[in-house]
């Protein structure tokens, strides 16, 4: 009997002991958060950037899951980046080397503690490691709707499904277009302000929804800070703690001198002394207009193939090429022959109602034009219309 019950005392402790020594599936093995980065001072930089740090509690590791990088080795880097085919890929980082390179170029960096229970945690820890697999950790970026802070939203999704809710009803502020949240990330970044305007077409100038702002990491931050858990206990905040980790204040910001809102007045100053000037000495002075109209039509080669050939949906229906023609190419060597063929004063009055059918497409609300254009749809109107009715004076007309 004393044997029978020292054996079955054994067993007991025997499996006391196993118990003890199986991990506690109910533990917290895992501290979750978002990390939002400021913007920096490049282009590639100024939207900012979202990123993952998970935390291994009891095994001591500490990384960083970023969804935004690419490799700069690509064949035809710029090639397949301008057509909207370079694919953007999942890397990991220590958490200690992804904070060394934003406390370098002084980048203030945010996190964002998910309040997750042990199975969340868990399940997105390991939908992070299944799309760091080789095979899975290249996607194809889309700067609106698949980039560095969609892809973390949609990861969080997936793992939540239902029990992940946005409280997108509660945010405040008036509805805006996809351009305008552009430009607020490149205001003082005038020349790559232009530059986006011009390359993007009219498919971004209608009101973005709350989920859709969520492509800035800024945006997605404030997103996270309202939502909430539902569904597996008491509802909860998503976020439990906010924590500053880099702050270097906001840095003083100025366009510059050199800036296209400036150098364009000029330019519309300059022209209009030309005008004058000719006009007076009864001379077209068409150095300047080749200038002028060679450099439209080499931006309009560029938009044409935007639109055509690039998988980029934000560069179709692009109206910039209702100034910036690529056709203007050919009234070069029409103002350079020296007897004019009919046809360049039809292509000059083909200009002119380009450039006034941008500027009605622009009142009208179709496509938004970045403000600085506005010196310069004067200058092309003024030049179509003084070389269409003096052209003909000055120059013999071809039978």
Partial sequence: MKLKKKSFFHLFLCFVLMLISL???????????????????????????SAVRVMDLQGGRDLV??????????????????????????????????????????????????????????????????NYLPERRNYRYEFF?????????????????????WQDGEQEG?????????????????????????????????????REEQFL??????????????????????VKESLSILDFGDKEKSMGLMNPYLLFWVVAILFTAITFIGF??????????????????IIGLVLAYLWIFSEIPSTKWNWNILWAFPGHLILIPGLMAKTLKPWVRKYLLFALILADAA?????????????????LFLVIILRTNYLYYNIARYRTVAV
């Fill in 145 to 165: 709707f698949d980039n560095c802070a969609t892809r973390i939203r949609d990861a969080l999704e997936q793992v939540l499904g239902d029990q992940l809710i």
């Fill in 23 to 49: 991990p506690n599936l109910s533990a917290q093995q895992y501290r979750i958060s978002l990390l939002t980065c400021d913007a920096g001072d490049e282009l590639y930089s100024a939207f900012g950037h």
């Fill in 280 to 297: 007076k000495k009864k001379k077209l002075l068409l150095g300047f207009d080749l200038a002028l109209f060679g450099l439209l039509g």
């Fill in 65 to 130: 899951f970023n969804y935004g990088t690419f490799n700069f080795k690509t064949p035809n880097f710029y090639g397949k980046f301008a057509s909207g085919k370079l694919d953007y890929m999942l890397s990991v980082s220590t958490y200690r080397d992804f904070i060394y390179e934003y406390e370098y170029f002084e980048r203030n960096v945010r996190e964002q503690v998910l309040d997750l229970n042990p199975e969340q945690s868990r399940d997105l820890v390991n939908f992070l490691e299944i």
């Fill in 217 to 238: 990491p800024q945006y997605m931050e404030e997103a996270f800070a309202r939502a909430e858990i539902q569904g597996d206990g008491p509802t909860r905040p998503l």
């Fill in 174 to 210: 008036v509805e805006k277009t996809f351009r305008e949240l552009i430009d607020e990330k490149v205001l003082y970044m005038p020349w790559a302000d232009l530059g986006i305007d011009i390359a993007l077409g009219s498919v971004i100038d209608r009101d973005a929804a709350p």
């Fill in 359 to 375: 500027v009605v497409f622009w009142i009208l609300g179709w496509q938004s034009f970045h403000p600085s254009l506005i010196p």
